[in-house]
C-alpha cells in the first residue's frame, strides 16, 4: 500500500479568497480522513497564503492520523514545529514571489538550516522528510543530515510531454531506488493528477504521495469523498504495475 496524504492548503485558499470562515480546512482534513486519506499535509508559508496559525493549532488537535508540517527551513517556522509537534516535518524551499513551490530544496546549499531543522526534530521525535529533485548528490546529503526521508519533487514529470515525460519518470525511479538502497523512504509529489499519479505509483520504492491542488479541485466538482476515492483507486492502477512488470 502507498499512503496518501491530502494537502488542505487551496481548502484554506478558496476560505481566504473572500475573507470568510468557510470553507474550513480542518473540517476538511476530517472528511479526508474519513473517506480513507492516511494522513494531511499543510503547508505554513511566510506570508500565510493560505493555511494560518490558527490553522495549524486546530489541525495537530483534530488530525487523527498522521500530520505532516511543510515549511522553509526559517527559524520562525523551527520554533513554530517545536511548539505544534506535527508527526512529519517536510522542508521545501520558498520565495514570497512563487505562485507555488518551484523545484526541490538544495539542502547542500542550506545545509545549516537543514542540521537546525533535523536537531529540533530529534529532540521532539519528529520524523523529518526533505522535498527535493531526484539529484544524486540531493539524495546522499538527505541521508548524511539526518531525514529519514525524502519527497522527491515531480513538478518536472508532470509539466514534459512525450519522451521528456520517460526520461523523467527515468530519473525518479533511478533516485528512488538509489534513496531507498540507502536506508530513505521515498515519498513523491507536486503537481500530480489522477492521470499522472498512476506511473509515479508504479515505482517500487514508493511508499506514500503527497496531492493537493487536484484533488482538492476534483473535490469543487464531486465532493471530497469522491476525489480521495478516485485518487485511491488511480494509485491502486500504478501499484498494480508493479506486480505486472
Do not use: W
Not at 528512488?176 to 492521470?195: D, Q
Amino acid at each position: 500500500m502507498i499512503r496518501l496524504h491530502v494537502n488542505i492548503d487551496h481548502v484554506a485558499t478558496l476560505r481566504n479568497a473572500r475573507g470568510t470562515f468557510y470553507p474550513d480546512p480542518v473540517f476538511a482534513a476530517e472528511l479526508c480522513e474519513q473517506a480513507g486519506a492516511d494522513g494531511i499535509t499543510c503547508h505554513l508559508r511566510e506570508d500565510r497564503r493560505h493555511i494560518r496559525d490558527e490553522d495549524l493549532e486546530r489541525l495537530r488537535h483534530a488530525v487523527g492520523s498522521l500530520l505532516n508540517l511543510e515549511m522553509a527551513a526559517a527559524d520562525e517556522m523551527i520554533a513554530i514545529a517545536e511548539r505544534v509537534r506535527p508527526d512529519v516535518v517536510t522542508l521545501v524551499p520558498e520565495r514570497r514571489e512563487e505562485r507555488t513551490t518551484e523545484g526541490g530544496l538544495d539542502v547542500v546549499a542550506s545545509r545549516a538550516k537543514v542540521q537546525a531543522t533535523a536537531r529540533m526534530c530529534e529532540r521532539e521525535n519528529i520524523k523529518l522528510s526533505l522535498f527535493i529533485e531526484a539529484d544524486e548528490r540531493q539524495i546522499r546529503e538527505s541521508r548524511e543530515l539526518g531525514a529519514r526521508q525524502i519527497e522527491l519533487h515531480t513538478g518536472d514529470y508532470c509539466l514534459a510531454q512525450h519522451a521528456e515525460r520517460a526520461e523523467r519518470l527515468n530519473r525518479l525511479r533511478r533516485g528512488a531506488e538509489l534513496a531507498a538502497g540507502i536506508g530513505l523512504e521515498v515519498a513523491a509529489g507536486h503537481g500530480l493528477t489522477r492521470h499522472n499519479v498512476v506511473d509515479i505509483a508504479s515505482i517500487g520504492p514508493v511508499a506514500e504521495l503527497n496531492i493537493g491542488h487536484a484533488l482538492v479541485a476534483d473535490a469543487v466538482l464531486v465532493g471530497l469523498e469522491r476525489a480521495v476515492r478516485d485518487f485511491r483507486e488511480a494509485i491502486e492502477r500504478g501499484i498494480r504495475r508493479r506486480t505486472s512488470a
